[in-house]
């Protein structure tokens, strides 16, 4: 009997003992994981910004005179060489011998400067052939991958920038041969030849194909030589102002690929960077935090029928390209940690943490890219906090 009691007292105690370890060792701490993986990584800058049309013309009257009524109104769209506003004399009068002189004189550097435009454009024109052959022949040479990925982006871009340079360049001669026509507009109304007889009226045309942007001078009235009357553009050919931290600034250079989200419309437009402007300027944030920032002008490189409604000083969002990658080992930016000067990560091994130091590379705005330290389908946990420790059993769901 003596044996059977101690016996059960010994089943007794041991059950005892396995109930005391089971109420108080540490319970399996409920946490949230993620994997390695491996997929394209993007280090990206994201600002407010905003359109502009790049090329304002600000119409004014060559010649004082009295205007007629603007019967155009904001938006309305007009042609190349399109009459804007007539404007009549307000009493014949012959110049005087000096006046006369200078006259004939703006016509004269008017129309050197509509040569040197042309010469220009002829220029750009030459320099924008030779970038598209250089272009397609890349082109060819990276299908075959006999050109690397960097060169034939460099080439490309290099197009692109021809292109651009004969677009201002054509638009300059346009402007040079507008300012030539007004110059002998108030040669002819002024009656500058002796002889001649001063006309009836002068017509101001438009000097592109594009939009009024703004009607300043609507009414009928007098007007003087160079007041403004209205304002021309063309909504197709748009710009982005962005005004980005000076510290994010340095990192952009020409030519970086910018995407424009929140736009209004669907998916992303592509763009480059254009500018960088070497200013900065102080400007007080919402939180009253003095900060410097700079001007990025970008181009929008996505056709206009993707865009046909967005106008001038519309909101966009603009997500600048630094370094992009299509080939990452990475892992959610929740998952790494600092602990001295060393990152790290908690890794899932057989339910429990293990201290995994890493070595970090790009890191992305929700991801991180991972040099050395873990492989790819690792389980990691994300959200670490002090209770998670080296060992600590976990429950993983």
Same mark, same amino acid.
């Given at each position: 009997?003596?044996?059977?009691?101690?016996?059960?007292?010994?089943?007794?105690?041991?059950?005892?003992?396995?109930?005391?370890?089971?109420?108080?060792?540490?319970?399996?701490?409920?946490?949230?994981?993620?994997?390695?993986?491996?997929?394209?990584?993007?280090?990206?800058?994201?600002?407010?910004?905003?359109?502009?049309?790049?090329?304002?013309?600000?119409?004014?009257?060559?010649?004082?005179?009295?205007?007629?009524?603007?019967?155009?109104?904001?938006?309305?769209?007009?042609?190349?060489?399109?009459?804007?506003?007539?404007?009549?004399?307000?009493?014949?009068?012959?110049?005087?011998?000096?006046? =006369?002189?200078?006259?004939?004189?703006?016509?004269?550097?008017?129309?050197?400067?509509?040569?040197?435009?042309?010469?220009?454009?002829?220029?750009?024109?030459?320099?924008?052939?030779?970038?598209?052959?250089?272009?397609?022949?890349?082109?060819?040479?990276?299908?075959?991958?006999?050109?690397?990925?960097?060169? *034939?982006?460099?080439?490309?871009?290099?197009?692109?920038?021809?292109?651009?340079?004969?677009?201002?360049?054509?638009?300059?001669?346009?402007?040079?041969? *507008?300012?030539?026509?007004?110059?002998?507009?108030?040669?002819? *109304?002024?009656?500058?030849?002796?002889?001649?007889?001063?006309?009836?009226?002068?017509?101001?045309?438009?000097?592109?194909?594009?939009?009024?942007?703004?009607?300043?001078?609507?009414?009928?009235?007098?007007?003087?030589?160079?007041?403004?009357?209205?304002?021309?553009?063309?909504?197709?050919?748009?710009?982005?102002?962005?005004?980005?931290?000076?510290?994010?600034?340095?990192?952009?250079?020409?030519?970086?690929?910018?995407?424009?989200?929140?736009?209004?419309?669907?998916?992303?437009?592509?763009?480059?960077?254009?500018?960088?402007?070497?200013?900065?300027?102080?400007?007080?944030?919402?939180?009253?935090?003095?900060?410097?920032?700079?001007?990025?002008?970008?181009?929008?490189?996505?056709?206009?029928?993707?865009?046909?409604?967005?106008?001038?000083? *519309?909101?966009?969002?603009?997500?600048?390209?630094?370094?992009?990658?299509?080939?990452?080992?990475?892992?959610?930016?929740?998952?790494?940690?600092?602990?001295?000067?060393?990152?790290?990560?908690?890794?899932?091994?057989?339910?429990?943490?293990?201290?995994?130091?890493?070595?970090?590379? =790009?890191?992305?705005?929700?991801?991180?890219?991972?040099?050395?330290?873990?492989?790819?389908?690792?389980?990691?946990?994300?959200?670490?906090?002090?209770?998670?420790?080296?060992?600590?059993?976990?429950?993983?769901?």
């Amino acid at each position: 009997m003596a044996s059977r009691r101690n016996i059960l007292i010994g089943i007794f105690a041991a059950v005892a003992a396995v109930l005391l370890y089971l109420g108080f060792r540490p319970q399996p701490l409920p946490v949230e994981t993620g994997t390695v993986s491996r997929a394209p990584l993007s280090v990206t800058v994201t600002e407010e910004g905003k359109t502009r049309i790049r090329e304002r013309y600000v119409i004014t009257s060559p010649v004082a005179g009295f205007a007629e009524r603007i019967e155009l109104e904001e938006g309305d769209t007009v042609a190349a060489d399109a009459p804007l506003v007539v404007i009549e004399p307000v009493a014949p009068a012959v110049l005087d011998r000096r006046s =006369r002189a200078e006259a004939r004189a703006g016509v004269s550097a008017a129309q050197a400067a509509l040569e040197a435009a042309r010469t220009r454009v002829r220029a750009a024109e030459a320099e924008a052939e030779l970038a598209e052959a250089e272009r397609e022949r890349i082109e060819r040479l990276y299908e075959t991958n006999t050109v690397s990925r960097a060169e *034939y982006d460099r080439v490309l871009s290099a197009a692109r920038r021809a292109a651009a340079g004969l677009r201002a360049a054509r638009a300059e001669a346009e402007v040079a041969r *507008y300012e030539l026509q007004a110059a002998r507009d108030v040669l002819r *109304y002024s009656a500058a030849d002796p002889g001649s007889e001063p006309p009836e009226e002068v017509v101001v045309r438009s000097p592109i194909e594009g939009s009024v942007l703004g009607v300043v001078h609507e009414s009928e009235g007098v007007v003087a030589a160079g007041q403004h009357l209205l304002t021309l553009g063309d909504p197709r050919n748009l710009e982005v102002e962005v005004e980005l931290l000076s510290a994010d600034a340095v990192r952009l250079a020409p030519g970086m690929p910018v995407r424009f989200l929140r736009w209004g419309g669907e998916g992303a437009l592509e763009g480059e960077v254009r500018v960088v402007e070497p200013s900065a300027f102080t400007k007080i944030s919402a939180l009253g935090v003095e900060e410097q920032r700079v001007i990025v002008l970008a181009d929008i490189l996505s056709p206009p029928e993707r865009w046909p409604r967005l106008g001038d000083g *519309y909101r966009v969002e603009a997500e600048f390209v630094l370094w992009s990658g299509e080939d990452v080992l990475q892992v959610p930016s929740s998952a790494a940690f600092r602990r001295g000067e060393q990152w790290a990560v908690f890794a899932v091994e057989d339910g429990r943490a293990v201290f995994r130091p890493v070595t970090i590379g =790009r890191r992305g705005e929700f991801r991180v890219q991972v040099l050395d330290g873990l492989t790819e389908g690792e389980t990691i946990v994300l959200y670490p906090d002090d209770e998670v420790e080296d060992g600590r059993r976990l429950d993983v769901g």
